[in-house]
């Protein structure tokens, strides 16, 4: 079986790639929708040349932030200013911490060797696309998490900095549940979209927050479990996710998603449930899933336990 859903980034781009979206070259400005009716982006936000990082290991500008082909592409210049060679990088799995106007992004990936006293250029894209799921309608702010080792795999820095866009700080956002649930979302995923009736305030755990559950099946048949979470605390967590229950059957008893949220942020985060049905011979469940389960941890980012195994149970 094709998986369909192995991460929100996949499922999204793929499916809204086949719309021509207009307005979306390089330079361009104003609000703008898309043919296939895809909801309205403000390219208007763009930055002052910006140092985000300046200290005795490194230097890291923000010089440009452009739109073209659904994308939104950060340019950033990397001084090394130690006598030995950096490896500089961000959105990488040790730590995935970018953001977006409060939503935690897999895109802005890049990883750079820097050799002693040079300067390199890079570049972070993120994908429209995903961020009008979320809701985001203009980018206002970028969060870049940026990593760095040296020769020995030493991390000698590691912190997130925000740069501001000509946007300002009032968000004219919405939120992933309404985007999740507008007609021109659900028609670009070619899926159908189900909320759960879970009672998701009951489920706030050690400071982390359900804000949204759904359950999107595309025209195959096929099922994915999407969830918005918040960081409602002051330190980074990450969430762990296992004991994947379906129906009351246990579709995998090992890690299906593990979701990584700054201070303050949140992130959807995508199980893909047909696939887990599958691999344990249940996949007769996809015709009528009424609840999904699973098991979950909090550790913050030194991978210490913030609170044990909890159970998240989501009914349809």
Not at 273 to 295: G, Q
Request: hydrophobic fraction near 40%.
């Amino acid at each position: 079986m094709k998986r369909i859903f192995p991460i929100v980034a996949v499922a999204l781009c793929v499916a809204l790639g086949m719309f021509a979206l207009v307005g979306c070259s390089s330079g361009s400005s104003g609000s703008s929708g898309s043919n296939g009716g895809s909801p309205a982006f403000n390219y208007d936000g763009t930055i002052e040349k910006t140092t985000i990082v300046d200290n005795d290991i490194l230097t890291v500008t923000a010089d440009e932030l452009t739109y073209e082909n659904n994308q939104a592409t950060l340019a950033l210049t990397i001084t090394n200013k130690t006598a030995g060679e950096l490896q500089v990088a961000a959105s990488t799995l040790a730590y995935p911490a970018n953001f977006i106007n409060g939503y935690m992004v897999p895109d802005g990936w890049f990883d750079k060797d820097v050799a002693a006293g040079a300067t390199e250029t890079a570049e972070a894209s993120f994908s429209l696309d995903e961020l009008r799921m979320y809701g985001i309608k203009g980018i206002n702010d970028i969060g870049l998490g940026i990593y760095a080792t040296d020769s020995n795999y030493d991390t000698v820095y590691q912190d997130v900095s925000t740069i501001k866009t000509s946007l300002g700080d009032s968000y004219s956002d919405s939120s992933f549940k309404d985007a999740i649930n507008d007609s021109s979302i659900q028609s670009a995923l070619n899926a159908t979209i189900t909320n759960s009736n879970a009672d998701l305030g009951a489920l706030t755990y050690n400071g982390l927050q359900f804000n949204t559950v759904v359950l999107a099946k595309n025209s195959d048949g096929e099922n994915a479990l999407m969830f918005e979470v918040e960081n409602t605390t002051d330190v980074p967590m990450i969430m762990q996710c296992h004991h994947l229950k379906v129906n009351d059957q246990l579709a995998y008893e090992y890690a299906v998603e593990s979701v990584y949220l700054e201070p303050g942020k949140k992130r959807v985060a995508t199980v893909d449930l047909s696939y887990y049905l599958e691999e344990a011979e249940l996949s007769d469940l996809n015709d009528s899933i009424t609840n999904v389960t699973f098991t979950y941890s909090l550790i913050d980012e030194k991978y210490n336990t913030l609170a044990g195994d909890t159970e998240a149970s989501l009914t349809f």
